[in-house]
């Protein structure tokens, strides 16, 4: 028994190392797969499950308030205006479908300022608890520093500033596309295209390109603004895009999720709310993983090495290159100066 279980093991401990020499030759021939196997390590080292477990609690909690905020802002409109009702409801049947149907539009539209005074305080109280705890992890990933020492009272008000912008943003882009849609919708009717289906595929390219941009705004803000990095907006604008696409990804599975989860009988009256959390936490894991594979780029590792007056942190290929590079000038050295001259 003990030999057939030493025989496993050593066949294991083999294919293991066969998958590792592997996974280092493509790292090696590949620098986009080399850079993403070293975002991993820098997410798995931060332990970054743990990192966006905290900001999932956070963001959970304030989802609700920021809600009751949005209906009390609009519950005017809403009961005014019955387009503005039904634009409404679309917006949030794209983003969460099932939700809109758990809630009375019409009756927040009528309690819009009760509904709005509660929403500003649980919002308030969780809202910036959200972006502390995204604050620290983004240090955490990118610089090591989660809390990153500074003045309380400047840190809220700067979550605060934060917490508006992406708020604005989230909205524009809502809107954006939603126009973006009809007017690129009335072109093609006038032109005759609308049935066309080259057309209804630039459509909704354009569409998706309006949500990306605004999607890559938020990201940068948040890495250039949170992350307490001294890259430039350029070197990071990278990390942004690449978070931008995954998260309008994340997006449509959570939609999915969230469809599904709430016509599964095991979860009852609950089934909104779990669907909601785990694409909360899903989405947060993935803006931790996108802030390794930004702060992971060697433009901003010199960067930030830079402002903290240290050296980059190197490269796992940095021995080999300068090994080949060794080799090359003494090549060319015994080249040049034959033996014996």
Request: proline letters at 3%.
């Amino acid at each position: 028994m003990a030999r057939v279980i030493d025989g496993v093991r050593r066949r294991v401990a083999d294919r293991s190392d066969r998958v590792g020499k592997a996974l280092r030759e493509l790292r090696r021939r590949y620098p986009w797969v080399d850079h993403m196997a070293r975002a991993a390590e820098r997410y798995r080292d931060k332990r970054g499950n743990r990192l966006g477990a905290a900001i999932a609690f956070y963001a959970f909690l304030s989802f609700f308030p920021l809600v009751a905020i949005g209906y009390a802002l609009l519950g005017y409109l809403v009961g005014a205006s019955e387009q503005a009702r039904e634009y409404l409801v679309q917006a949030i049947n794209e983003l969460l479908p099932g939700l809109a149907g758990e809630i009375e539009v019409a009756q927040i539209a009528q309690a819009w300022g009760a509904v709005g005074l509660l929403g500003v305080a649980g919002l308030i109280y969780t809202g910036l608890g959200c972006m502390n705890a995204l604050r620290e992890a983004l240090r955490d990933i990118w610089l090591g520093d989660p809390t990153g020492g500074g003045n309380f009272l400047l840190k809220k008000l700067h979550d605060i500033g934060a917490l508006l912008f992406l708020g604005v943003v989230l909205i524009t882009s809502v809107a954006g596309s939603t126009v973006t849609g009809q007017a690129s919708h009335a072109v093609l009717q006038w032109l005759g295209l609308e049935h066309a289906v080259v057309a209804g595929l630039l459509l909704r390219l354009l569409t998706l390109s309006v949500t990306i941009g605004c999607n890559t705004l938020i990201f940068l803000m948040l890495f250039s603004r949170l992350s307490g990095t001294r890259a430039p907006w350029r070197s990071i604008a990278g990390g942004a895009l690449f978070g931008a696409v995954g998260f309008e990804i994340l997006k449509q599975v959570g939609a999915l999720l969230v469809a599904r989860t709430a016509g599964n009988p095991v979860y009852a009256s609950f089934a909104v709310v779990a669907g909601l959390l785990v694409w909360i936490y899903l989405v947060a894991r993935f803006v931790v993983f996108a802030a390794a594979w930004s702060a992971t780029r060697s433009a901003v590792l010199e960067a930030d090495a830079a402002g903290r007056g240290g050296a980059a942190e190197p490269h796992p290929d940095d021995a080999a290159a300068r090994e080949r590079s060794a080799k090359r000038a003494e090549a060319a050295g015994a080249t040049a100066h034959p033996a014996g001259l």
